[in-house]
């Protein structure tokens, strides 16, 4: 089943920084601390596994703030999100300004033929492929401190703060994240330029589709 919350973190950045060898456990992120009425909140971004061979995926673009309504308008703090395309949740497949391209309207055509065309038409936007240490120098630039972030994701549970900073749906069947697809809950990573648009990162897993379907399962 989807997350039982998933939401939005506005503020502002105050630090981030890689985990250390000793600290990084069995996924290795860039964390960032983000300032917010409530306090500092922590935030994980996970950019790669470091014990399996699992790859990481991501990647940078930038978009208009009115892209992102109603979410840029929101005040400082965490606030949950319908799981809906109206709401200001994200999902890399499906929102506009997300997606790798237009979506491809019903075609008569096998379904091995559709892929293929639905593939072809995908080279603005490609997904980059690397280590983590590629990831996490792909993410810092556009983590300036001082810049206004939103930060999508699942909060936790005790204390401030948010994880699953990732695509959450297209994990496949058997997997131990197979329960926790679901559509438009995606998370990522966004900060405010000067002139008033949005840098944004996004970043999934090397075993996560492309193409799920309404439950957020791999087709």
């Not at 949740?89 to 639905?118: G, V």
Request: hydrophobic residues 35%; contains cysteine; negative net charge.
């Amino acid at each position: 089943m989807p997350f039982d919350h998933y939401g939005v973190l506005s503020g502002t950045l105050r630090q981030h920084f890689r985990d250390t060898p000793d600290t990084q456990g069995a996924w290795f992120h860039v964390n960032l601390r983000v300032d917010a009425p409530a306090g500092r909140y922590k935030c994980a971004v996970d950019v790669d596994s470091h014990d399996s061979a699992t790859g990481v995926q991501w990647k940078v673009l930038t978009v208009d703030a009115s892209a992102l309504a109603p979410v840029a308008a929101l005040a400082p703090g965490y606030h949950e999100l319908d799981r809906t395309s109206g709401s200001g949740a994200l999902d890399y497949i499906r929102h506009p300004a997300l997606r790798d391209h237009p979506r491809l309207p019903p075609l008569p055509l096998p379904r091995r033929l559709w892929d293929l065309l639905d593939r072809l038409l995908r080279s603005s936007r490609p997904w980059q492929s690397g280590s983590n240490l590629d990831a996490a120098l792909a993410l810092e630039p556009l983590l300036v401190v001082g810049r206004p972030i939103l930060v999508f994701g699942e909060p936790f549970t005790d204390g401030l703060g948010m994880h699953n900073i990732h695509q959450n749906q297209g994990d496949p069947y058997g997997s131990d994240w197979w329960p926790e697809n679901g559509i438009w809950q995606d998370g990522a990573t966004l900060t405010r330029r000067p002139d008033g648009r949005y840098d944004v990162f996004l970043n999934k897993f090397s075993t996560q589709k492309d193409h799920t379907d309404s439950n957020g399962h791999p087709l």
